[in-house]
């Protein structure tokens, strides 16, 4: 089992930056893809950003792309997302997985571990 913790959220002005970090226990996910998800009030969940066990390979989604960087340490078990420029429409909740494979994916339904999220929200 893999519990994972999300934290950094906060209230920001539309322009500022967060920085989300997961921590995760229990296994070491130094093999997952660790991926990061966010849900809007009303909205499905959608994909924001996941990152290949090695680090070396990353994937975005086009809405974030160039404004958040994601990023693993190995070591601590735990992986960061860096968010600049945010923008209101990024409000949501956003949720920390893990999946057990190999391919990032930007399915949650194939993800097997999530946290309890934390909100982010960008005011105007």
């Known amino acids: 089992q893999v519990q994972l913790v999300e934290s950094g959220g906060g209230l920001v002005q539309a322009g500022g930056s967060l920085r989300l970090s997961c921590a995760a226990s229990g296994r070491t996910v130094r093999n997952y893809v660790m991926g990061w998800f966010r849900q809007a009030t009303g909205k499905e969940r959608e994909f924001v950003s996941a990152?290949?066990?090695?680090?070396?390979?990353?994937y975005y989604a086009d809405s974030v792309k160039g404004r958040f960087t994601i990023s693993r340490d190995n070591a601590k078990n735990t992986v960061y997302l860096q968010m600049n420029s945010l923008k209101p429409e990024d409000t949501a909740v956003y949720y920390c997985a893990a999946d057990d494979d190999i391919y990032i994916s930007t399915t949650a339904w194939d993800y097997d571990y999530w946290g309890q999220g934390t909100q982010v929200t960008v005011s105007s």
């Open positions: 990152i290949h066990w090695s680090g070396g390979s990353t």
